[in-house]
């Protein structure tokens, strides 16, 4: 039953840049439109399940919180997996990321109350460094750039709330111009985006 996973995480939501969600702090996590929207975008690099190996494929988090903060939950969410993977792949993806089997995502799986059902859809990574996108067949696509400053220095966030809850040690801020679309959930576009490398296990 043991399983690990590392890779790059890519986060996008419709608040404001910076989502204030990543601090886990309650007083400071009220969403900006008293709602929020996210997509998440799970790079794995390396990692198995259950002696299925998982690397190389990608799975996409697409959600919805109602607000007015993330701890009231009553989430909506659904699971985009990356069509290279096979049925092996795709069961042991699918528990992993809605938190079935423990890890990082066990923490975040009982603020979304409803999910819907996951999808085999086809994903496509464009990874030009600064700027990477990620489209998930017509369900929506996120875009993060790295933000930069004048002289092009970054701006990386350090410390506990989600960068340590997901199992990262330091997230750089990457805004997203992203747009979702899936039917079933609420269309947004995204303002707030940060990324970085994760490492899971349970």
Known sequence: MTWSLKGQLIEGCSCNMFCPCWFLVQE???MDQ???ASAIAFR???GQSDGVDLGGRTVVLGVDFPGPTLFDGNGTGRLYIDAGANDD???ELEAICSGQKGGPMA???PLISKWLSAQSAK???ADEGDTISVTVGDAGRIESR???DGEGKGFTLKGGGFVAGLGMEEVDLAPTGSRWTDPDLRRFETKSGARGDFTWSA
């Open 28 to 30: 400071v996590m009220i």
């Open 34 to 36: 008293g709602w929020c």
């Open 44 to 46: 794995v690099r390396e």
């Open 89 to 91: 792949q795709r069961r």
């Open 107 to 109: 923490a975040l799986a």
């Open 123 to 125: 994903i496509d990574v």
């Open 146 to 148: 790295r933000l930069r």
